[in-house]
Every structure is written in structure tokens, then in C-alpha cells.
């Protein structure tokens, strides 16, 4: 196979043959904000601040400026976004994400979008409340040219809790505006209301100064991606059976800004995530918690039991010792293999990002495809079990350990599934113990990977080496995010994940940031973008 023309080996690096310029040769149409030390940390390519390498494309120059001149206000923005606590795993904080969905709404109003908000219903708890109100679909579009590409913009408006009780340093939901870190710090700033405004900030430029879009466009934002996507599904696949009468009548292509950079200096095009299966793993005895002293070495304790099954789940080199498991993933070939040397990464990335020399291996390519192309096990806790202060001489007599497995292609989470609770149910009945185990799915995704080589990834590849000066990584992600096979089995179209954040924004986390630079320039990497799809040959 061929390996794509944007993405070529030389001396250790990726170089792009669309654009390769001497310092001489790299135009200056305006003056960027991003600062120096933003570009010495940022890129790694030719271009100086406010260069950009030539597009090969009308991309407008007045654009760009526009970008520049009014950055401030499009901080202000997210300020004002960030403000709403639209936190749609706390029930008490619903009508804040309705909120921000009738916020989000006015806005794209504001700058000319036809908007439609779909009521998605009440929410189905597991005990049958229905009582809580589902946020709103917010849907837009703008242009209905058919001689034009029709490109599919998704975000989502909802974020994580935050309090400064777990660890801010400034207030979560006051966006700070740090002149001297060039950070913009607060909950949603990257996660991913920051991304979903980049694109406003596209729109509101080609509005004010009456450029027509060279795309149609449809724009589709949920508010609750952070709880499970909740009526999501149910919509694109109602919408996509109505054919020409649905919503994604004539989408060419998806975009997604929902993932970030693999580090904090060179951007990326992800063409894949991991999906996943979540296990609840069970052990009973006897009716009540009994007393060690009573009791030790007299009943089977299910601590005991629990701790084997866990002990025959992952070796401590990370290799999952359930059979067939790894058997289902074949290696990778030399094309695959040259993606992962290519990428801008150091063992010392991972020591960075977890204060700590803890990486399974010292090689950099076999770190990444643990990352991102091998499935993981992780063990996440047990309940049940004594876990407080002190000391408590207690068998406890129900424990639970969950589980999860991070699948990726070919593994498919229902045959993941019949293999994980066999070889379980198997090891538990070979301890020869008198008590009870069950094991429960408690939540699945499949995995995603698609086809890097489509003119939709050779677009963003042209934009992102325009704006940073160098061809992007190309890489996949560790984590889940399961629309993405959503829309391309339902769609038929190439999905594209275009992050505009970097690796270390520190997204679910306290001190959540995106840099003020990635926040700009990342609003003209979405625009020009969207010129190169228009530019793009589709055979």
C-alpha cells in the first residue's frame, strides 16, 4: 500500500511534498497573533509568525485578517460560554445546558445560520424517571449551493462538573485570560466549547465581511456527549433512513473537533479511536460481612476469589491474558508501522504527562501503538471491600471489581463480550470455591478506524500545513468517541477528527486550558479547511 503523498519519511520526520518552502518563499498576508514562543513550541515548520505557507486554494487573505482583528472578541465569547454550567451529568444543572444550547442557538442565529432546535424527549434512567428533560439538538445550516461539497460539523455544548475543591486554580467557570501563559483556563475551554466556537468565529468572518462560504454547510451540536450521547444515535439514524427528506440529505464528509494534538507542539489528523467494553464482576458468600477472627480460614471469602479473577486478567507488561483476546488483532504492516515512526513523540512526552517514569516500554513506536492500536485492559476499582482510614478486621461479603477493555479493529464488543465472561466464568469455577459469581456488561462502543488516504483528510492536511507550517501527525485515539462510527455507518461518508486543542489542555481535569494560539489559529485552520474540501477532487 501507499503510503499518502502529504505524509513521507525523511530523516525521521514527516515532510509534506504539497507544500515545502524555503524561509524566502513563505508569503506574509497579514500579522498573526500567535507569539513567538507560541510558534518556537508550535509547529516545528517554516513559517514565521504571521506566515503562512501559500495555499493552494483562494482562501481570502481579508479572512484571516479578520481572525487576527477580532480575537479578543472571540475570547470573549468563550468567556461568556464558559460562564454557562452546562454540566449535563448533574441533574440539578440541566436547565444550564438547556441554556447553553438556546445560547448556542442565538448565536448562530446572530451570524446568519438557519437553526432548529429538536427536542430529544425525557431521559431514561435506569430506575424509569422521567422526569429530567433531555437538552436539545442544536442543528444549523448554511448554504444549499448543490454544485457545492456539503460538509457535516459536529460538536457538543455539554462539559464535565468542576470545583475548585478538586484542585483549580482559578475560578472553573471564569475563563482566565492569562496574558503571560498565553493560556485560556476554564471548564469547556477545550472540551469543547472552544472547538465549537472556532467554527462560529469561521462563520461570523465570512458573514461580516460578505464572503460567500465555499461549502455548504450543516451543523449538528448535543449536550449531552459527556453522559453517554443520550438520543443522539436514535436522531442520525431517523434522519439518515429519510433519504432525501432527512437532515443529511447531500453531506459529503463529517468533521469533528472533539480530540486533541498527541502532544503540545505539533497538530494531528486522527483517523481512529479505540471503542470499549465495561465489565461489573461480582462475587457473594455469605448474607452479612462476618468478623476475621470468627470467620478467617473457616469460609470462602470473596476478596479472596475477587483478587484471583483480577490476577487473570492483565499480565503487569500490559498483555491481556483472557484467551483469543489478543489473537483477534492482527500486527501492524510496514505502512502502519512508518506512521508511528513518523509521529512527533518521545518517550519523555509520557514521563511529562504522568509525572513519572511508569511507561511500560522505552520504545517510543511500541509506546504509541499501546496507545493506539493494541486494545488495554485496566482494572478501576473494587466496591464493597474496606477502604477508609484505620483498621477494620471485616470479610466483606459482596465485592465488586470493574473492568474495561479499550477494543479496537477488528474486535467487535459483542464477541469481546462472549469471550471475556466465558474465560471468567471459567477461572472463577477452576478456584473449586463455594461462592457465587456474576459478571455484567455495563457499557460498550466499537472501535473506529478509517481511510486517511480520502480527499477529506488530504484537505485538512493541505489546511494544517498552511497554518502550522508543516504536515500534521497522523494518529489515533486512545479513548473512545462512538458517533464517529455512528455517522459513517449511517452516513456512508468519510469522518474526519481535526483537534484544535493541544495534548497537555488537560480536558475532564482541573486547570482545563486551550492556549489562546490554538483557540486562533485553530479558527483559520477550520476555515481553510473548509476551501481545500471545496478544492478537493472526490475521484
Known amino acids: 500500500m501507499r503510503m499518502p503523498e ?3 519519511t525523511w ?14 518563499q513563505v508569503i506574509k498576508p497579514h500579522m498573526s497573533t500567535t ?30 485578517k479578520f481572525i487576527d482583528d477580532n480575537a479578543q472578541s472571540f475570547v470573549d465569547r468563550l468567556a461568556d460560554a464558559v460562564a454557562i454550567k452546562s454540566v449535563s451529568g448533574d441533574s440539578t444543572l440541566r436547565d444550564e445546558v438547556c441554556r447553553m444550547g438556546d445560547w448556542l442557538e442565538g448565536e448562530l442565529k446572530r451570524i446568519g445560520v438557519s437553526t432548529k432546535l429538536i427536542d430529544l424527549g425525557p431521559q431514561l434512567a435506569a430506575e424509569g424517571d422521567e422526569s429530567l428533560h433531555l437538552p436539545p439538538l442544536v442543528l444549523g445550516r448554511i448554504g444549499e449551493d448543490a454544485n457545492k461539497k456539503t460538509i457535516l460539523i ?27 501563559t498565553g ?21 461570523e468572518a465570512h458573514q461580516t465581511l460578505g464572503i460567500e462560504l465555499p461549502v455548504n454547510l450543516r451543523l449538528l451540536f448535543e449536550g449531552m ?52 467494553v465495561y465489565f461489573s464482576m461480582n462475587v457473594t458468600g455469605a448474607d452479612r460481612d462476618l468478623h476475621s477472627g470468627m470467620f478467617g480460614r473457616v469460609v470462602h471469602e470473596p476478596m479472596t476469589d475477587l483478587s484471583i479473577l483480577m490476577s487473570k486478567l492483565v499480565a503487569p507488561n500490559g498483555t491481556i491474558l483472557i484467551d483469543g483476546i489478543e489473537d483477534m488483532v492482527p500486527p501492524p504492516d510496514e505502512e502502519e508501522r512508518k506512521i508511528y515512526e513518523a509521529m512527533d513523540y518521545t518517550v519523555q512526552d509520557l514521563d511529562a504527562m504522568t509525572g513519572a517514569s511508569v511507561g511500560l516500554s522505552d520504545d517510543k513506536v511500541d509506546r504509541l501503538m499501546g496507545r493506539m492500536r493494541y486494545p488495554a485492559l485496566s482494572i478501576h476499582g473494587v466496591q464493597g471491600s474496606f477502604d477508609t482510614e484505620g483498621t477494620k478486621t471485616v470479610i466483606p461479603h459482596s465485592v465488586t471489581a470493574k473492568f474495561s477493555i479499550r477494543i479496537v479493529n477488528p474486535q467487535m464488543r459483542d464477541k469481546v463480550t462472549h469471550v471475556v465472561k466465558k474465560y471468567v466464568c471459567d477461572q472463577f469455577d477452576a478456584i473449586g470455591t463455594k461462592n457465587k459469581m456474576c459478571i455484567d456488561r455495563l457499557d460498550g462502543a466499537d472501535a473506529w478506524v478509517t481511510d486517511y488516504k480520502h480527499w477529506n483528510y488530504e484537505a485538512a492536511a493541505k489546511a494544517t500545513q498552511m497554518i502550522y507550517g508543516r504536515p500534521p501527525d497522523l494518529t489515533r485515539e486512545g479513548g473512545s468517541i462512538p458517533v464517529t462510527l455512528t455517522f459513517e455507518n449511517n452516513l456512508g461518508v468519510n469522518v474526519l477528527l481535526l483537534p484544535m486543542g493541544r495534548g497537555d489542555d488537560g480536558a475532564h481535569s482541573a486547570n482545563e486550558k486551550i492556549d489562546r494560539s490554538n483557540f486562533i489559529e485553530g479558527s483559520k485552520l477550520f476555515g481553510v479547511y473548509l476551501y481545500e474540501v471545496a478544492a478537493a477532487a472526490t475521484d
Not at 51 to 59: E, L, S
Not at 190 to 197: A, I, N, R
Open 6 to 8: 502529504w505524509l513521507i
Open 11 to 24: 530523516p525521521g520526520k514527516c515532510v509534506g511534498c504539497w507544500y515545502v518552502y524555503e524561509e524566502t
Open 35 to 64: 507569539t513567538q514562543s507560541d510558534h518556537a513550541r508550535v509547529g516545528n515548520g517554516v513559517n514565521k509568525p504571521g506566515q503562512y505557507a501559500a495555499p493552494a486554494v483562494g482562501v481570502p487573505d481579508e479572512f484571516l
Open 154 to 180: 459536529y460538536g457538543h455544548y455539554d462539559v464535565q462538573p468542576a470545583e475548585m475543591s478538586d484542585g483549580w486554580n482559578t475560578d472553573p467557570w471564569v475563563l482566565d485570560d492569562n496574558k503571560t
Open 183 to 203: 493560556r485560556l483556563t476554564g471548564r469547556g475551554a477545550t472540551d469543547d466549547k472552544g472547538p465549537v466556537l472556532g467554527w462560529l468565529n469561521v462563520l
Open 225 to 276: 456527549e459527556e453522559s453517554g450521547s443520550q438520543g443522539l444515535d436514535g436522531f442520525i439514524i431517523a434522519e439518515a433512513k429519510k433519504g432525501e427528506d432527512g437532515y443529511f440529505n447531500g453531506v459529503n464528509c463529517v468533521c469533528i473537533s472533539d480530540n486533541y494534538w498527541l502532544n503540545a507542539r505539533t497538530p494531528c489528523l486522527t483517523y481512529g479511536v479505540r471503542g470499549l
